[in-house]
């Protein structure tokens, strides 16, 4: 496993910032260690709806967790507000830090995560690939 630190810093947004990270360090399938900060703008879509909610005040990021890959990230975000109520879901463009965000990201060069879109779902899910079966399908 290699892994990864960043910080991010002040006015970057969460989420594209780890796609670009993803893309930059040819990353086929990370996945978040640990990750700390704050937002200043939260942009969250919460479980079974079609668009995300906006919230414009300062928050601490207690978690995020999820997949990163050169293919795309689906990462799931918890924050709290400044009386300790805590929120959470999907992670969208829009999550803008504050002050800081701390990552440490872990990466396998023995998975190969892809995105297709499922019919089942509706959406494009996580397709799975071992490295072993990626150069076999090359040769």
Known sequence: MKIFAIRL?????LRESLKNFAIQQNIQAGF?????????????????QENSTVFSDKFEILALNGTVAITGVHLHI???DRQGKTIGGHLDNGCIIYTTAEIVIGATEEFSFKRTFDEQTGYQELEIETQSNAEEIAE
């Open 78 to 80: 918890a924050i709290a």
């Open 32 to 48: 978040i260690l640990s990750a700390i900060g704050s937002l200043k703008e939260a942009k969250i879509r919460f479980a079974n």
């Open 9 to 13: 810093k002040p006015n970057e947004d």
